[in-house]
């Protein structure tokens, strides 16, 4: 009841402010809560608006900037914008930011929680305390995956591997595919998109 009590208020805001440019048809904002904060996504409502940062950069050496495969794996499903904000309205699991933390501190999408691919590359103290906190239980040097969490993993676009890097890192120790979910289009989809994204520092 809070989060709709919340997802109301804020769209009647938006509505009174005159917004022109919804997510959807019937959608002018989503709202949800997220580790005790409010979180709004929203599309940027200026008629001319453009990308002006990194994300407008169409030319990226390859390697290791390759075009990464619709699909990161046969179960794995890939998601695309609506599909993120329905993840997170439901609140079906944990977003997470797979990218540099580097990255992240310039900008990431509402709600992403930042674990860098790298900490899934290897067997460390680190890598296990977050497969516990995903709900994964190590039984000796295997791990049990039967109660772990649904997570949806982006990078920076469809030419970043380092969410496919940590899915493919996390198949080889059984995490289940059914269990990871893959937004493709990453930070440069959304923003194209003219989804808002949190810049720390900024204002949150």
Not at 166 to 192: F, T
Request: glycine share 8%.
């Amino acid at each position: 009841m809070i989060l709709r009590s919340i997802t109301l208020s804020l769209l009647g805001f938006s509505l009174l402010g005159a917004a022109s440019h919804n997510i959807t048809e019937e959608k002018a904002i989503a709202a949800f809560a997220h580790d005790g904060k409010t979180y709004v996504i929203q599309r940027v409502q200026e008629d001319d608006a453009y990308l002006t940062n990194e994300y407008s950069l169409t030319s990226r050496p390859a390697p290791p900037f390759y075009v990464q495969p619709f699909k990161a794996a046969p179960n794995i499903e890939t998601y695309g914008e609506l599909e993120v904000i329905d993840f997170l309205e439901k609140n079906k699991g944990v977003f997470i930011d797979a990218r540099l933390k580097e990255w992240y501190d310039k900008s990431y999408i509402p709600g992403a929680i930042n674990i860098p691919f790298t900490l899934f590359l290897k067997d460390t103290p680190e890598r296990d305390k977050v497969l516990n906190d995903l709900g994964g239980a190590k039984k000796g040097k295997e791990w049990d995956f039967s109660k772990v969490q649904t997570i949806l993993l982006y990078c920076n676009g469809a030419w970043c591997e380092q969410s496919p890097h940590a899915m493919h890192a996390l198949m080889k120790i059984g995490y289940p595919e059914e269990k990871m979910k893959y937004y493709r289009g990453g930070m440069q989809s959304w923003q194209l998109a003219g989804l808002n994204v949190i810049e720390p520092g900024k204002g949150e």
